[in-house]
């Protein structure tokens, strides 16, 4: 594995900070500036924290350009504001029907690939419908499919739900898909040890940033369960593959509501633990 791995020696202050911070110790000072482990370099999980940690961008590794990297601590936003963006994020259930840019959509998922994974495996496939026909197209089938469910009397009491949902479908409401015009889903290879965490950091991640552009979102639990319980045929129909864990669902689109003030739910449960 050729990790691509080299050290501006014009930079480097041979402080040993990649030295530290690598998780799995691949890195040395040989003898003066680092250098890779060749006994060690197969652990490389590929995070880049050697990169990121080098006060004086004098390391390249898997053949980046540090100066490619946002400078940090001064690209961060306050923590007022991210408190701020946690309270004031909202389920959006009414969605403008006109597309996003596509840019901004593929901003979310280029940003949200940042996201953290279980020993850094990056394997979520983003599964998008970014194209109106085709959320027509997957709401109609979805309503069908939940409509062969009700009338074949195949749901049961866990799922009676559905019953609602149909009716409400004949007078004109989706309370479903809302009429967003987008829906992302996100899947696993089966071989991924942390599937479940993986997939909702990622999703979490993209409703934060979305909520920041302005961009709404709503989980949806029931889509998933009308795919998986009811009507197989639907994920086949989105491509997920058949050997990965499946994800929740996000709808997403500009909102046609605005909140202008936080919910106040300050209060949690806590289990504090003393030992001694
Ligand atoms: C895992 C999950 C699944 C959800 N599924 C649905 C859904 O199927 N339909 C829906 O209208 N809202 C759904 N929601 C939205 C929740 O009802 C919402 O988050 C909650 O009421 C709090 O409102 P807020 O998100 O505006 O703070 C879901 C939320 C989560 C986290």
Known sequence: MDLQFTIDQELCTQCGACVDDCPFHIIELSPD??????????HCIRCQHCLAVCPTGALSILGLNPDQSLPLPQSLPAADQVAALIRGRRSIRQFRPEPLDPHQIDHLLRTVANAPTGKNNRQCLFTLVDDRATMDELRRRTLEGLRR???EKRLGSDLGY????VSAWDQGRDIIFRDAPHLLTVSVPKTVTTPDADMVIALTCFELLAA???????WNAMIKWAFSQIDEDLYAALGVPDDHVRGYFLLFGRPAVQYHRTVQRDDYRLNRVRLV
Do not use: D, K, Q, S
Not at 162 to 165: L, T
Not at 212 to 218: H, P
């Open 33 to 42: 500036y680092p250098a890779l482990n060749p006994a060690r370099a197969h």
């Open 149 to 151: 469910a009700v009338n």
């Open 162 to 165: 559905f019953r609602h949902v």
């Open 212 to 218: 920041a552009m302005g961009i709404g979102t709503l």
